[in-house]
T-cell receptor, first 113, second 111 residues
Framework: DAGVIQSPRHEVTEMGQEVTLRCKPI?????LFWYRQTMMRGLELLIY????????DSGMPEDRFSAKMPNASFSTLKIQPSEPRDSAVYFC???????????FGQGTRLTVV | GNSVTQMEGPVTLSEEAFLTINCTYT??????LFWYVQYPGEGLQLLLK?????DKGSNKGFEATYRKETTSFHLEKGSVQVSDSAVYFC??????????FGAGTRLAVHP
């Protein structure tokens, strides 16, 4: 299995632009998680899905952030409009129900200038 | 709810030194416990886990024992290498299949 696949690996964008991060979970996994990692705040859980349905989005910082999971093999995290304080590494992870062991992607390093 | 407390870093060691990174948790029952490792520029990957009290997880020379009496899951390695330099995260279930992570401990090993 190729593992959790995220794209792009790096993204540099200007303040005010829309940014879309993509994730393909491991086939057969029914949970998908979006995390944000910064030096100041560490690893934060933003939102997670079960069977493509959002379960808890309380970690989403603002209405500028939105996430979708249209099917079992694809999810997006969108920031519109982006701000410099959104600069971070964003991770996607997936797991199989019945096991809390999560498998992480390589992350997307977002820089908003 | 469940929580995880992890010793703060950074931890700086010489090669072949002994490593301990402390982790304590609060949880209902006896959940599985995990240590994840993040190498520079990469995502988190599972290092080891223990699925029940008194279990010992081990991998790549690292060990951690699930001690219910002290609600601890300390990570140890007898002889660290430069290649072990990374950030280590302790984790426990937080309900609904999600994990709660500690703050992470950065380890730097020098030759």
């Amino acid at each position: 299995d190729a593992g959790v696949i995220q794209s792009p690996r790096h993204e540099v964008t200007e303040m005010g632009q829309e940014v879309t991060l993509r994730c393909k979970p491991i086939s057969g996994h029914d949970y998908l998680f979006w995390y944000r990692q910064t030096m100041m705040r560490g690893l934060e859980l933003l939102i997670y899905f079960n069977n493509n349905v959002p379960i808890d989005d309380s970690g989403m910082p603002e209405d500028r952030f939105s996430a979708k999971m249209p099917n079992a093999s694809f999810s997006t995290l969108k920031i519109q409009p982006s701000e410099p304080r959104d600069s971070a590494v964003y991770f996607c992870a997936s797991s199989f129900g019945g096991s809390t062991e999560a498998f992480f992607g390589q992350g997307t390093r977002l820089t908003v200038v | 709810g469940n929580s995880v407390t992890q010793m703060e870093g950074p931890v700086t060691l010489s090669e072949e030194a002994f490593l301990t990174i402390n982790c304590t948790y609060t949880a209902t029952g006896y959940p599985s416990l995990f240590w994840y490792v993040q190498y520079p520029g990469e995502g988190l990957q599972l290092l080891l886990k223990a699925t029940k009290a008194d279990d010992k997880g081990s991998n790549k020379g690292f060990e951690a024992t699930y001690r219910k009496e002290t609600t601890s899951f300390h990570l140890e390695k007898g002889s660290v290498q430069v290649s072990d330099s990374a950030v280590y995260f302790c984790a426990a279930p937080g309900g609904y299949n999600k994990l709660i992570f500690g703050a992470g401990t950065r380890l730097a090993v020098h030759p």
